[in-house]
């Protein structure tokens, strides 16, 4: 089925082209380059995989419950409106708010692929473009297996959320080399981690969390590219240079916080805009799930030199400056970690289940005999 078939409106035009600017470069020195990076580039050769095979398609999914959503958590929840939904249609709300979830997370998987494929061709140096390769293929593989979870597991797509694409028209449309780095990496890719966090250390389904898991290990490492690379670039820029990137962060992170509401999904049941708008906004989980999703982007912006007044002052009025202080490193570590565990006790559980076939058809050997 064609995916346009599956969007609960009709989208715009097939393809959204966004005109570019800026230069190509070249570099001719290929034996030269940062160690940091060069290691982070052959770690992203060694970790690629196949999202066919890694990944148990053959879990079943409710579509009407993919994610395990309690009650709580749905926006509407306490209000007159659920009161008078039935079981059913809670469970077509369920559908529509992961099928929006995981729907954004799509579209700005194929931003990350268009963004690395930008760096390649801009970033100055040879080392960074290695890394880029590497990332654009894991772009492509995290498009693939989200679109792949949404036509076969859910059966319904919704448009890209308009201030996700009005950030990524911003990244896509600046001639600087770095701003992709800075709008992808940092803001678009931040959020992305700390929302697949959320949702993989709380669903009990298996098939949403063995994705979450195995994305968020390649993410992990786009991050701290992200980080090297802009933290030694930003150390020469002038105070002028860096307060035009605040001004940037700025407004992304504006964007993004109001890209969570998910007010067109009520508005699919019927919900006027404007009181759509406020049941999210006075959503106790979706103010702490908002705050939650800078835990991953401010103490990067910071890292990367990025500190001005008023950009804390941003922060300070979106009530997530305290997240300056959390520890990227043992965060990026964690992810690694629970998709490896996650590897080692599906590999354990196939291996006794082998176990226990051979040992079942040995002794209907003997029964045999």
């Given at each position: 089925?064609?995916?346009r078939?599956?969007?609960v409106?009709?989208?715009?035009?097939?393809?959204?082209?966004?005109?570019?600017?800026?230069?190509?470069?070249?570099?001719?020195?290929y034996?030269?380059?940062?160690?940091?990076?060069?290691a982070?580039?052959?770690?992203g050769?060694?970790?690629?995989?196949?999202?066919?095979?890694?990944?148990?398609?053959?879990?079943?999914?409710?579509?009407?419950d993919p994610?395990?959503?309690?009650?709580?958590?749905?926006?509407?929840?306490?209000?007159?409106?659920?009161?008078?939904?039935?079981?059913?249609?809670?469970?077509?709300?369920?559908?529509?708010?992961?099928?929006?979830q995981?729907?954004?997370?799509?579209?700005?998987?194929?931003?990350?692929?268009?963004?690395a494929?930008?760096i390649?061709?801009?970033?100055?140096?040879?080392?960074?473009?290695?890394y880029?390769?590497?990332?654009?293929?894991?772009?492509?593989?995290?498009?693939?297996?989200?679109g792949?979870?949404?036509?076969?597991?859910?059966?319904?797509?919704?448009?890209i959320?308009?201030?996700?694409?009005?950030?990524?028209g911003?990244?896509?449309?600046?001639?600087?080399?770095?701003?992709?780095?800075?709008?992808?990496?940092?803001?678009?890719?931040?959020?992305?981690?700390?929302?697949?966090?959320?949702?993989?250390?709380?669903?009990d389904?298996p098939?949403?969390?063995q994705?979450?898991?195995?994305?968020?290990?390649?993410?992990?490492r786009?991050v701290?590219?992200?980080?090297?690379?802009?933290?030694?670039?930003?150390?020469?820029?002038?105070e002028?240079?860096l307060?035009?990137?605040?001004?940037?962060?700025?407004e992304?992170?504006?964007?993004?916080?109001?890209?969570?509401?998910?007010?067109?999904?009520?508005?699919?049941?019927?919900?006027?805009?404007?009181e759509?708008?406020?049941f999210?906004?006075?959503?106790?989980?979706?103010?702490?799930?908002?705050?939650?999703?800078?835990?991953?982007?401010?103490?990067?912006v910071?890292?990367?030199?990025?500190?001005?007044?008023?950009?804390?002052?941003a922060?300070?009025?979106?009530?997530?400056?305290?997240?300056?202080?959390q520890?990227?490193?043992?965060?990026?570590?964690?992810?690694?970690?629970?998709?490896e565990?996650?590897d080692a006790?599906?590999?354990?559980?196939?291996?006794?289940?082998?176990?226990?076939?051979?040992?079942e058809?040995?002794?209907?050997?003997?029964?045999?005999?």
């Amino acid at each position: 089925m064609s995916t346009r078939d599956l969007y609960v409106h009709a989208t715009d035009a097939p393809l959204w082209q966004v005109p570019a600017s800026g230069s190509a470069r070249f570099s001719w020195e290929y034996d030269d380059g940062r160690d940091r990076l060069l290691a982070l580039y052959q770690k992203g050769k060694d970790k690629q995989w196949d999202g066919q095979r890694r990944i148990d398609w053959d879990l079943e999914v409710d579509p009407y419950d993919p994610l395990g959503t309690p009650d709580e958590a749905m926006t509407l929840h306490g209000t007159a409106y659920w009161d008078k939904m039935n079981e059913a249609e809670r469970g077509e709300l369920r559908r529509h708010y992961a099928s929006w979830q995981f729907s954004q997370f799509l579209h700005g998987e194929q931003g990350a692929m268009v963004c690395a494929a930008r760096i390649v061709e801009s970033v100055p140096d040879m080392d960074a473009k290695f890394y880029s390769a590497t990332q654009t293929m894991d772009e492509a593989r995290h498009a693939e297996i989200y679109g792949r979870f949404l036509h076969e597991k859910v059966g319904m797509l919704y448009p890209i959320n308009d201030n996700l694409q009005s950030l990524l028209g911003d990244t896509l449309r600046d001639s600087r080399w770095d701003m992709p780095y800075l709008g992808m990496q940092v803001l678009i890719e931040g959020l992305a981690l700390a929302a697949f966090g959320m949702i993989r250390d709380t669903t009990d389904k298996p098939l949403p969390k063995q994705i979450l898991a195995y994305v968020m290990q390649d993410e992990a490492r786009h991050v701290a590219f992200g980080r090297m690379a802009l933290r030694d670039y930003y150390k020469q820029l002038s105070e002028a240079e860096l307060r035009e990137r605040e001004e940037f962060v700025i407004e992304g992170c504006y964007l993004m916080r109001d890209r969570l509401k998910g007010a067109e999904v009520l508005e699919n049941f019927g919900i006027p805009r404007a009181e759509a708008e406020t049941f999210s906004e006075q959503s106790e989980y979706l103010q702490l799930f908002r705050k939650l999703l800078f835990s991953r982007i401010v103490p990067c912006v910071r890292d990367i030199g990025l500190w001005g007044e008023r950009l804390q002052r941003a922060y300070v009025d979106m009530g997530v400056f305290e997240m300056g202080d959390q520890n990227l490193d043992l965060l990026m570590a964690q992810d690694e970690e629970i998709a490896e565990k996650l590897d080692a006790e599906r590999f354990a559980a196939e291996e006794a289940e082998r176990t226990a076939e051979v040992a079942e058809a040995i002794e209907e050997g003997k029964t045999q005999v």
